[in-house]
């Protein structure tokens, strides 16, 4: 079955970095869109970054543009989020997801098929 876990998550200081992974198998990765979301407490799930299957087309929510970079390397079946310029406000559960369907958009959770468990990023003032 399709699996994904995160990983690289952790506490760190305001204008630091931290480098999200996104390990898949169970399915052939290159062939899907895939993005990452996060989720603070007491908050919906919200879109941050997204990849199509060929890593030509990237999409951000404007919040993070210009600080975060997606990418992936579908010989490895691993997505990434490199996260600079950290903010407290970034702090949240990010998660990846996998768009199986193929829906054509990619910024609403309920696109998404498959989703890892979460990692934690804390980022402090």
């Known amino acids: 079955q399709v699996q994904l876990v995160e990983s690289g998550g952790g506490l760190v200081q305001a204008g630091g970095s931290l480098r999200l992974s996104c390990a898949a198998s169970?399915?052939?990765?290159?062939?899907?869109?895939m993005g990452w979301f996060r989720q603070a407490p007491g908050k919906e799930r919200d879109f941050v970054a997204a990849?199509?299957?060929?890593?030509?087309?990237?999409y951000y929510t404007d919040s993070v543009k210009g600080r975060f970079t997606i990418s992936r390397d579908n010989a490895e079946n691993t997505m990434y989020l490199q996260m600079n310029s950290l903010k407290p406000e970034d702090t949240a559960v990010y998660s990846c997801?996998?768009?199986?369907?193929?829906?054509?958009?990619?910024?609403?959770?309920?696109?998404?098929?498959?989703w890892g468990q979460g990692t934690q990023v804390t980022v402090l003032s």
């Open positions: 997801a996998l768009d199986l369907r193929g829906s054509g958009s990619y910024s609403r959770p309920n696109e998404y098929d498959y």
């Open positions: 169970g399915v052939t990765f290159s062939r899907y869109t």
């Open positions: 990849i199509r299957y060929s890593g030509g087309s990237t």
